[in-house]
């Protein structure tokens, strides 16, 4: 019997709504998988824990946490309760940060059922890879001076290791895909990580002499994402940009609630981290409404990623043929509850 | 008379093409005011003037530039001539810069008979205040070490006088329209400069009580410039937020060929911009089919900017009435050539 040892963090809103739904469909696929076993410690992280404890997560967190196979999160933050640069930083982007989860992979293609607010997609299906661990998202800078002189130093750092890191990510991607890859940059207007950026890209680029490669600024690559998703494959991009960029990703295929993501961690030190791309959403907490699919596709990326590709395509065929049916909830146009289209789901993954 | 003297510069690509075009349609319109004049000096920065002379300008380019009472621009760049980094640091960004066009204003509404990529955008107007000076475009930083080992470090300079100045634009702005400014903001992600900015944002909206705020994230609010643009009205962003959401904001019009934008001088000191937010888009040079809504829009920004709304408003209702029509260049898709537009908007602006 295989065992995959889950540390589970539903965190903060709707989190704490999808995260249980979804491992009831994960149980589900291990029963007809027949050889595999979810064992999940659960851990209260979140901002209530920062409201009775001072600190988003316990001191020895990490480390109960770093013997977990994988993290599979819910959302993190409420503004209501902390302010989101101390919930993100204690915990999220501490994760992302601590476990050396460098990579964070996006997916965004069209969905069976969903309605893109684009007027005419053609069919797309991107895979965005982001550099998650530095760039734009740095704890280095500060503010000086006082009132109206003040001033705040932001540094972008940018690694030729992790830059680099990415790139070659997104290359062993596209070999598998249609062998095509999108740089996000915007050399044209920041002086010197983004130039940094395109040489990094040049040299990779040189060593994956079959792979088809484009540069094109974030403005216009955000812009294009809206008119002509169809044109891109594998799409590498720095912290920011990747962030920015798989929003628009999650926009055009009809809803944030459906988009994935995987935070890989690639040296073996540290469990990688699965989360949906949307953010704890405290205005539908509550209602049932949140919509299961962004958790579920996560959950399916969990399972590629432990050698269960087999199991992750039935889940996100059985998916699509749920939303394809209707089965849907008030933010992709439908009028279902979370637990409807949960239950559909689970009722079509019997044996 | 009224006398308006321009420093008329095409630039690169298709620069040359929609400005000569736009002057024809600025000469019109000051006919039919009857006691306005443009007195036109015309300069060929641009790629062309770098590889004759190794630099983007003359010596005494921005003095001569200083002369006039605004700055009529096509636009600048040609990576297949000159890096991008060199050719817009030497222009462009120059200018916005030496001339302290601290404010960059770029609306995006649905414009009369272009077709959106959204399948039903509801009826949206949004004005972008950028600001235009500093932030993530900054030539503070460098790069240390060699080879596997090289780190970029790039500075985000934000100050106080020039983020609040932003701010309190787009909240005068707000008066005047529906009343509402939203934030573009990142707090959550990056933690010296996102922070700093809300709370300026909120110092500055305490001084404007009646306009109503919001703050959103630069991913989700690039994403809602997708779901739900009618949600906007004035909107205030960095520099790079601003430049990212203005390119989302020309696609969701239809074309970025039709997006216009105005760099403001402040002070008094030196002639305000007026630019289209395309570039010199080389693929299409010279195939006479460039859209020159965008340049003539400009063109309308300006006229306002020199007190002639009248004039400002007559140009975009006839442009409007002209490509509701169905005077289409190819990227809107139609297939006039962009003399043919240029024609019927001049026929329509006759006395
Ligand atoms: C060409 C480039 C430097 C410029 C910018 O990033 O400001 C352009 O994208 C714009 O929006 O005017
Ligand atoms: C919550 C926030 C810090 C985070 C990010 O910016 O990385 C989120 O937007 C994401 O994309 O996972």
Redesign the interface.
């Known amino acids: 019997m295989k065992k995959i040892k889950l540390a589970v963090i539903p965190g903060d809103g709707i989190g704490r709504e999808v995260v249980p739904a979804s491992l009831k469909v994960l149980d589900r696929i291990a029963g007809l998988h027949g050889g595999l076993k979810f064992e999940y410690e659960h851990f209260d992280y979140g901002c209530d824990y920062y409201l009775k404890h001072g600190d988003m997560m316990a001191e020895d967190g990490m480390e109960r946490l770093g013997q977990s196979d994988s993290v599979f999160l819910g959302a993190v933050?409420d503004a209501s309760k902390v302010p989101?640069?101390i919930s993100?930083?204690g915990l999220l982007?501490k994760i992302r940060r601590e476990f050396q989860l460098e990579i964070n992979v996006r997916p965004a293609k069209v969905f069976g059922g969903i309605?893109?607010?684009?007027?005419?997609p053609e069919d797309f299906d991107i895979m965005v890879v982001r550099e998650n661990s530095e760039g734009?998202?740095?704890?280095v800078?500060?503010?000086m001076f006082q009132?109206?002189?003040?001033?705040?130093?932001?540094?972008?750092?940018?690694?030729?290791?992790a830059t680099?890191q990415a790139m070659e990510h997104a290359f062993e991607l596209a070999k598998s895909r249609s062998g095509h890859v999108t740089s996000a940059t915007?050399?044209?207007?920041?002086?010197?990580?983004?130039?940094?950026?395109d040489e990094v890209f040049r040299e990779t680029a040189a060593g994956h002499q079959r792979i088809e490669t484009t540069s094109t600024h974030?403005?216009?690559l955000?812009?294009?994402f809206?008119?002509h998703p169809e044109r891109y494959d594998v799409v590498v991009a720095s912290?920011?940009f990747g962030?920015?960029l798989?929003?628009?990703g999650?926009?055009?295929m009809g809803s944030?609630g459906i988009a994935p993501s995987a935070n890989l961690n690639l040296n073996g030190k540290h469990p990688s981290m699965f989360e949906p791309v949307h953010?704890s959403a405290p205005d539908i907490v509550g209602k049932g409404i949140a919509n299961p699919i962004g958790q579920l596709w996560t959950a399916k990326m969990l399972l590629d990623h432990h050698g269960e590709e087999e199991m992750g395509s039935l889940l996100l065929d059985t998916m699509e043929s749920v939303t394809a049916d209707g089965f849907l909830t008030p933010d992709v146009g439908g009028c279902h509850t979370m637990d409807e289209v949960v239950q559909q789901i689970l009722s079509r993954l019997q044996k």
């Open positions: 933050g989101d640069h993100l930083w982007l309605k893109s607010p684009l007027a005419n734009e998202y740095s704890s800078g500060g503010r009132g109206d002189d003040e001033i705040a130093i932001q540094n972008n750092v940018f690694s030729k290791r680099k915007k050399s044209n207007g920041i002086f010197h990580s983004m130039p940094f950026w974030i403005d216009a955000a812009a294009s809206v008119t912290n920011l962030d920015i798989t929003d628009v999650a926009a055009i944030i953010g």
